[in-house]
Nanobody
Framework: QVQLVESGGGLVQPGGSLRLSCAAS????????MGWYRQAPGKQRELVAI???????NYADSVKGRFTISRDNAKNTVYLQMNSLKSEDTAVYYC??????????WGQGTQVTVSS
């Protein structure tokens, strides 16, 4: 019941910045929690950042101080601003929406490559 469309991935040099966008098909207030996850080749998918319908945020230790998750309720869109990017940040980034314990949804993923 929730479609997620991601955009903003690409190639960037170390130290650079990217902003990922995730557009949801319904009001963010009807979604309990949204977040960004990432998966590098050969690695498990890991949590990057989350934001609740009330605006509370949490971050993985590896991205604290560099990444910021935010939302634009009027556009039903969640963003991930990524600064001071490192090669270790290279991964496919996925948007996630949790509506209930038994209903969560995923975007198709967008590739982020950090390389000189």
């Amino acid at each position: 019941q929730v479609q997620l469309v991601e955009s903003g991935g690409g190639l960037v040099q170390p130290g650079g910045s990217l902003r990922l966008s995730c557009a949801a098909s319904r009001s963010l207030f009807s979604i309990n929690r949204m977040g960004w996850y990432r998966q590098a080749p050969g690695k498990q998918r890991e949590l990057v950042a989350i934001i609740t319908s009330g605006g509370s945020t949490n971050y993985a230790d590896s991205v604290k101080g560099r990444f910021t998750i935010s939302r634009d309720n009027a556009k039903n869109t969640v963003y991930l601003q990524m600064n001071s990017l490192k090669s270790e940040d290279t991964a496919v980034y996925y948007c996630n929406a949790v509506v209930t314990l038994y209903a969560d949804y995923w975007g198709q993923g967008t590739q982020v490559t950090v390389s000189s």
